[in-house]
């Protein structure tokens, strides 16, 4: 089955920025809409990102401007660059797969794979 993995979360200062990159197997993500979403604790999860499958981008007004999701078909991967980093993007960050849709969604049920997360810690 698809395996989605996170990586490059972790501890910056206030105004700094982190990438984080999903690594998708056992499927190849040309056709497919992925997302990035958080969830801070005591929260529910929230839409961040995505991008469709022709790299059409939607972004949460809350990271408008400072994060930017995008993807490279080829390394079959998802990334997304997080500057002007402020406390309340405090969160574990998922990526997710969405095998039913080509074009951007907001919508957390329209994605069919998760990852496992990583946690994105933000200081002041």
């Known amino acids: 089955q698809v395996q989605l993995v996170e990586s490059g979360g972790g501890l910056v200062q206030a105004g700094g920025s982190l990438r984080l990159s999903c690594l998708v197997s056992?499927?190849?993500?040309?056709?497919?809409?992925m997302g990035w979403f958080r969830q801070a604790p005591g929260k529910e999860r929230e839409f961040v990102a995505t991008i469709g499958s022709d790299g059409s981008t939607d972004y949460a007004n809350s990271v408008k401007g400072r994060l930017t999701i995008s993807r490279d078909n080829t390394r079959n991967m998802v990334g997304l660059q997080m500057n002007s980093l402020k406390p309340e993007d405090t969160a574990v960050y998922f990526c997710?797969?969405?095998?039913?849709?080509?074009?951007?969604?907001?919508?957390?049920?329209?994605?069919?794979?998760w990852g496992q997360g990583t946690q994105v810690t933000v200081t002041v």
């Open positions: 997710a797969l969405s095998w039913e849709k080509y074009n951007p969604t907001r919508s957390a049920g329209d994605f069919g794979a």
């Open positions: 056992r499927r190849s993500i040309a056709f497919d809409t």
